[in-house]
C-alpha cells in the first residue's frame, strides 16, 4: 500500500508537458532580456557616433545658397546682363498632408499642369522642386495658403535689362545659372561665385527650431565683366541692320564695328529673319538673332579677299600698284576654269590699283599667278583665314581654307577672288585691320576687364599683335582702297568729311545641289562690304555682310549697292558716337 501510494504521489508531481512549456517560455524571455541589454550595450558603445549622426541627419537640414552671379557691363558699365532674386518653391512630400488639394492649389496659381505636381508630391523623395524663380505675385500667394510642406528658397534669376540687346554676344544660362552660351558660357568661371550654405535644425514639420543648431557660410558672388561693347552703339547698329535686312528682302545679316589698332569689339549685330510656319510668301520682320552669327556663321567672301592676295603680291614684289598690264574679261586656267569679270569689255591697261577699285576678277587672278600657291596660302592664314580668332567664343568656327596640298589649277583661279574659302565676319574684318594697323594682325578683343567681389577692378592683357607685312605694303594697300570708295565699287560707302578705305564683295553661295546654282537654275549672293575711318589714321572698322539680298531690280545685289550704304551709316554713327573727329594733317605730319 504504502509503495504505491509513493509511486502514484511521484507520477503526480512528474513535469508534465504544460509545465515544459512554461519552462521553455521562461527561458525564451531570459534571452530576449539578455539580447535586449547586448544591444543597449552596443548602442551605447559600438553604434553610439553612428546613431548620433543619423539622428542629426534627420533633425539637422543643410540648404545651399546660391552665390549671386556676376554682371557683364559695357566699355561705360551699363548693365547688359544681371542677376535679379527670385524665389523659388520647393516641398518636402513627407510632410504634405492632402497632396491632391495642394497640387489643385498650387496649379492654378501657377498655371502648371495638375497632375505633373501631384506626381512629384507622391514621390517619396526628401526635396522636389514645385516651381523655379517664380514671379513675386505668384510667391507671395503661394506664402500666404502656408500649405503643409512647402518651402521657399531665394534664388537669383538672370535677366538682360536691355532685352534682346546683343543677345547672340552674351549668350544665357541654364535655370541653375551656369553659361551655356556666348560670353556667359566664356566667362561662366569668372561670373559663377562660389556657394555658400546654411545648416539649421528642425523639428518634425521642416520649421527652424528657435535656438537650435545654426552655422551660416555666406554665398560669395562672382565677379564682374565689363565687355568692349559700346551699348548705345550696338543698339543703333541692330536697329540700322534689321532696316537693311527689311529693305533688301535679306534672310538676314551681321556687323561688327572695331577698333582696329587695339582689337577692341565696339558692336557686333546679328539679324534674321525667322522660317514662316505657315509656308506663306510674306516674310517675317527681321529679329536680333539669338546666335552670334558673326563668330559662328560661315560664308564665301568673294572679293574682300583682293585685298589680301594684293598685300601678298606687293610684299613678296612680285607687282608694284602702278606698273600696268593687260587685263581681258575672261581668263582660261583649265578647260572648266574659265573665270570672268562681272561685265564684259574690251582688253584693258590696268595697275594692281585699277584692278582692285575696278574688282576685276581676271586682273586680280593675273596678279596672283605671279605667286606660288604655297606663298598665297601663308598670306591668306597670316591675315586671320583658316582658323579661329582670340577671342575663343562658344562655337565660334575657324572658317574653311583648304590645305594647299588639295589645291587644284582652278584653285588658283578661284581662292584669290574669295571663292572656295568661307569666313566669319569677324575674321574678315580682323583681315582688313592689317591694313588699318599698318600691317600687324591686332586680335580682337571683348573683354575690357574684371572686377571681384571685393571691387578690385583687373583690366584684361592687351590684344595680341604680330607683324603680317610691312607697314610701306600696307599703306599701299591703303591708298588703294581709299581709291575704290573715292571712285570704284565702293562709293557707297563715302561719308562726308571723312575719307574711307574699303572693298566690295558680291559671292555666289553654295546651294544643296552641291553647286552655286538651286534646283531651278538660279544663283543666289552674299554681299559683303569691309573697310575703316578715317583712312589716314584709322579709329573705326566696319564689316557688312548681307545674306541674299534681293534688291529691286536686277543687279540690286550687288554689295557695292546694298552694304555699302549700310557700311556707311553705321560707320558715321561709330564716329559720331565716340567722337573721331575727321582727320586733319599737321605740318609734322
Known amino acids: 500500500m504504502t509503495g504505491r501510494y509513493v509511486t502514484r504521489s511521484r507520477r503526480q508531481w512528474r513535469p508534465g508537458r504544460p509545465h515544459r512549456r512554461l519552462l521553455g517560455l521562461a527561458l525564451v524571455t531570459l534571452a530576449m532580456m539578455a539580447a535586449v541589454v547586448i544591444k543597449v550595450g552596443v548602442l551605447q558603445t559600438i553604434d553610439r557616433p553612428g546613431l548620433a549622426a543619423r539622428g542629426e541627419q534627420q533633425l539637422v537640414d543643410t540648404v545651399k545658397l546660391t552665390a549671386d552671379r556676376g554682371v557683364v557691363f559695357d566699355r561705360n558699365m551699363h548693365e547688359l546682363a544681371m542677376s535679379v532674386p527670385h524665389t523659388s518653391v520647393w516641398a518636402d512630400p513627407r510632410l504634405v498632408t492632402d497632396k491632391e488639394t495642394t497640387a489643385s492649389t498650387l496649379a492654378d496659381v501657377l498655371g502648371v499642369d495638375r497632375t505633373s505636381l501631384l506626381s512629384k508630391l507622391q514621390s517619396t523623395s526628401e526635396f522636389v522642386w514645385i516651381a523655379r524663380e517664380v514671379d513675386d505675385d505668384e510667391a507671395t500667394q503661394i506664402k500666404a495658403m502656408r500649405l503643409n510642406g512647402l518651402f521657399f528658397l531665394p534664388e537669383p534669376k538672370r535677366v538682360l535689362p536691355a532685352a534682346d540687346l546683343a543677345r547672340g554676344v552674351l549668350g544665357q544660362t541654364d535655370i541653375d545659372g551656369k553659361g551655356i552660351s556666348g560670353v556667359e558660357k566664356a566667362y561662366n568661371g569668372e561670373l559663377t561665385g562660389s556657394t555658400g550654405s546654411l545648416v539649421r535644425e528642425r523639428d518634425g514639420r521642416g520649421d527652424s527650431i528657435p535656438g537650435g543648431q545654426r552655422r551660416f557660410e555666406p554665398a560669395r558672388p562672382g565677379s564682374d565683366v565689363v565687355l568692349t561693347l559700346d551699348r548705345n552703339l550696338e543698339y543703333s547698329v541692330e536697329q540700322m541692320l534689321i532696316n537693311q535686312v527689311q529693305a533688301t528682302k535679306a534672310k538676314g545679316g551681321m556687323v561688327v564695328v572695331m577698333r582696329p589698332t587695339t582689337g577692341e569689339v565696339l558692336a557686333i549685330a546679328n539679324v534674321t529673319v525667322p522660317a514662316t510656319p505657315d509656308g506663306s510668301v510674306v516674310a517675317p520682320a527681321p529679329v536680333v538673332a539669338s546666335a552670334n552669327m558673326a563668330l559662328v556663321n560661315v560664308f564665301e567672301p568673294g572679293s574682300v579677299v583682293k585685298v589680301i592676295t594684293a598685300a601678298a603680291a606687293l610684299q613678296q614684289g612680285v607687282a608694284d600698284p602702278l606698273t600696268p598690264m593687260w587685263v581681258p574679261d575672261s581668263y582660261a586656267l583649265a578647260a572648266d576654269a574659265i573665270f570672268s ?46 582658323r579661329k580668332t582670340a577671342l575663343a567664343f562658344p562655337n565660334e568656327s575657324g572658317g574653311i581654307l583648304p590645305s594647299v596640298s588639295t589645291w587644284t589649277k582652278s584653285s588658283m583661279g578661284s581662292i584669290p577672288i574669295g571663292q ?51 607697314e610701306d605694303t600696307a599703306a599701299t594697300v591703303n591708298q588703294i582702297l581709299q581709291r575704290v570708295v573715292a571712285e570704284g565699287t565702293g562709293q557707297n560707302a563715302q561719308i562726308a568729311g571723312y575719307t574711307v578705305a574699303g572693298k566690295t564683295g ?60 549700310l557700311f556707311a551709316k553705321v560707320t558715321t554713327e561709330a564716329l559720331r558716337q565716340l567722337q573721331i573727329p575727321p582727320y586733319r594733317a599737321t605740318p609734322s605730319g
Open 341 to 386: 569679270d562681272a561685265e564684259k569689255h574690251a582688253p584693258e591697261s590696268w595697275s594692281l590699283s585699277d584692278i582692285l577699285t575696278k574688282s576685276s576678277n581676271v586682273g586680280t587672278i593675273m596678279i596672283a599667278q605671279r605667286l606660288k600657291a604655297a606663298q598665297l596660302d601663308h598670306y591668306l592664314r597670316a591675315f586671320g583665314l583658316g
Open 420 to 470: 572656295g574659302v568661307a569666313v566669319t565676319a569677324i575674321q574678315m574684318l580682323q583681315a582688313f585691320n592689317v591694313i588699318a594697323a599698318g600691317g600687324d594682325l591686332v586680335a580682337p578683343t571683348l573683354v575690357a576687364a574684371t572686377i571681384n567681389p571685393d571691387g578690385k577692378e583687373v583690366a584684361a592683357a592687351p590684344a595680341e599683335r604680330h607683324r603680317v607685312v610691312s
Open 506 to 565: 558680291t559671292a555666289r553661295k553654295p546651294q544643296d545641289t552641291g553647286t552655286y546654282e538651286d534646283k531651278d537654275g538660279k544663283f543666289h549672293y552674299v554681299s559683303t562690304f569691309a573697310g575703316f575711318a578715317p583712312a589716314e589714321r584709322p579709329q573705326i572698322s566696319t564689316i557688312v555682310v548681307l545674306d541674299e539680298p534681293q534688291g529691286s531690280g536686277p543687279d540690286e545685289y550687288f554689295a557695292g549697292t546694298v552694304a555699302a550704304p
